[in-house]
């Protein structure tokens, strides 16, 4: 439930106007939510000039008073930020420690869902690296064949990546004290999984944001992704939640390269009406 302190609450209306579900109305000069259409997105948490609004179903811990110095990103800096922002494929080998695992999980936690459900998991991977690994190539191994059987496949790009599954998971078998090449010599992955392969991405997106701020490197294997389809060995082992697909693999370790410099891109393709 949200509730409203009416001895705080001074009837100034802002929770009422901000309240995208309309689940809040004035009775008596104060502000009063019906929890009926309510959808716990919190706006009327943070808009309340005196504090008044709490909620019994997250923790209040979670709300931070708004500090310019704390809570604003030059815009030139952020941009900067995200053009220097690499896939890293080069690790160390150096563990990352749970507390920046967690900070990682709290960008996603923290990203803006559809209806504000909030349903994204996380899976985290350290000690069953190589497990996970093996029934991602085992699954990548049975799609390469499948594809380079395909006669009427043009595709040659995926003709060459399907190879290229084939000599991963034949290059795994044969060493099994190693890492094979599907995480490169990464030390942790973490899996999202969503209901929305939208809430899913914009979470992993601010984890790789974070996961740079926090001096890690990233990639999102979109193999991985490939090998989990249909693959109900990979969702047990992960223990993904009935309704919620995988939607990006975070390959996440201290990186054993340096970028000098940011690179080029495409033009944008904008339209202005
Ligand atoms: C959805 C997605 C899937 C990707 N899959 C892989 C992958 O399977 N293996 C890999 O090495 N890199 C993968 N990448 C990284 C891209 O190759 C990389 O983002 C792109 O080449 C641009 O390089 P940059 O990230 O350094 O800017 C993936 C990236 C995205 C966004």
């Avoid at 998971?169 to 392969?197: C, M, R, T, W």
Wanted: aromatic share 10%; charged share 30%.
């Amino acid at each position: 439930m949200f509730t409203v302190n009416v001895k705080k609450c001074i009837g100034c209306g802002r929770c009422v106007k901000d309240c995208f579900a309309s689940d809040i109305e004035m009775i008596d000069g104060k502000a009063h939510i019906k929890n009926e259409a309510c959808i716990k997105c919190g706006h009327c948490i943070a808009i309340c000039p005196k504090d008044a609004v709490s909620t019994d179903e997250y923790s209040m811990k979670d709300v931070l008073p708004y500090d310019k110095k704390d809570f604003e990103i030059d815009a030139d800096t952020l941009l900067n930020f995200i053009r220097f922002r690499r896939s890293v494929r080069q690790f160390k080998d150096k563990e990352v420690s749970e507390k920046k695992i967690l900070k990682i999980i709290e960008a996603g936690r923290f990203t803006q869902t559809a209806r504000n459900l909030q349903e994204v998991s996380y899976t985290v991977v350290k000690e069953g690296l190589r497990k996970l690994e093996g029934l991602a190539l085992e699954s990548l191994k049975a799609k390469g064949e499948f594809i380079l059987g395909d006669e009427n496949l043009k595709d040659e790009q995926l003709k060459r990546y399907a190879a290229s599954w084939i000599k991963m998971y034949e290059h795994f078998q044969g060493s099994p004290d190693k890492k094979g090449g599907l995480f490169f010599n990464a030390p942790l992955v973490i899996v999202v999984s969503a209901n929305s392969d939208v809430n899913g991405s914009l979470a992993s997106s601010n984890m790789e944001l974070m996961a740079a701020a926090l001096g890690l490197g990233t990639f999102f294997s979109g193999f991985f992704v490939r090998a989990s389809k249909g693959d109900k060995k990979l969702r047990d082992f992960l223990e993904i939640k009935e309704g919620h697909e995988i939607v990006t693999c975070m390959v996440i370790g201290y990186p054993d390269v340096k970028y000098h410099r940011t690179v080029p891109r495409k033009e944008a393709e904008v339209v202005w009406k």
